[in-house]
T-cell receptor
Framework: DTEVTQTPKHLVMGMTNKKSLKCEQHMGHRAMYWYKQKAKKPPELMFVYSYEKLSINESVPSRFSPECPNSSLLNLHLHALQPEDSALYLC????????????FGSGTQLSVL | DQQVKQNSPSLSVQEGRISILNCDYTNSMFDYFLWYKKYPAEGPTFLISISSIKDKNEDGRFTVFLNKSAKHLSLHIVPSQPGDSAVYFCAASSGNTPLVFGKGTRLSVIA
């Protein structure tokens, strides 16, 4: 299994909603990432988990809350988002010692109304 | 300040010809460079990489060239195929730090 699976593929939410994005990989990778990508822009790193511990938080607003329940799962909890948070949210993982070799999921296209 | 720059937002190439995608970087600490390919509604997929100790890496129709003195790398695709039409991201890393991505170049291969 060489896939990173993200659910849902599409999500529309209001500014008062609470929702969660989910990511799963079974490649034994111990580093997992959340990226945000807007149209015609490069992916922007949000969070990095290493061995289920948050190792990097790129000054992301607290309305985004990551969670890593175990080595295969990564969640991103969303609350009180703004319309400008609408974007493609990508999950990725990488093998141990090869932080640069990212395996991306297909992403969740999020629209905040 | 962008550390990885892809100055051509788009490129059109005839099928069968060579596609050359360019990437420049400013951080001399970068020691590993990668190209990712992205189709619409999919996540980026790893295509090819090169370490700073090399100046060329080839994988089938794809070759990446690195010119460290110019802080420039390029991806050559030959022959180009319609299925190569996608957005190509250049990315770089230094040591054990997360990747820095360029803005991407949209390649269109015309049949």
């Amino acid at each position: 299994d060489t896939e990173v699976t993200q659910t849902p593929k599409h999500l529309v939410m209001g500014m008062t909603n609470k929702k969660s994005l989910k990511c799963e990989q079974h490649m034994g990778h111990r580093a997992m990432y959340w990226y945000k990508q807007k149209a015609k822009k490069p992916p922007e790193l949000m969070f990095v988990y290493s061995y289920e511990k948050l190792s990097i938080n790129e000054s992301v607003p607290s309305r985004f809350s990551p969670e890593c329940p175990n080595s295969s799962l990564l969640n991103l909890h969303l609350h009180a988002l703004q319309p400008e948070d609408s974007a493609l949210y990508l999950c990725a993982s990488s093998p141990e010692g090869e932080i640069e070799k990212l395996f991306f999921g297909s992403g969740t296209q999020l629209s905040v109304l | 300040d962008q550390q990885v720059k892809q100055n051509s937002p788009s490129l059109s190439v005839q099928e069968g010809r060579i596609s050359i995608l360019n990437c420049d970087y400013t951080n001399s600490m970068f020691d590993y460079f990668l190209w990712y390919k992205k189709y619409p509604a999919e996540g980026p997929t790893f295509l090819i990489s090169i370490s700073s100790i090399k100046d060329k890496n080839e994988d089938g129709r794809f070759t990446v060239f690195l010119n460290k003195s110019a802080k420039h790398l390029s991806l050559h695709i030959v022959p180009s195929q319609p299925g190569d039409s996608a957005v190509y991201f250049c990315a770089a890393s230094s040591g054990n730090t997360p990747l820095v991505f360029g803005k991407g170049t949209r390649l269109s291969v015309i049949a």
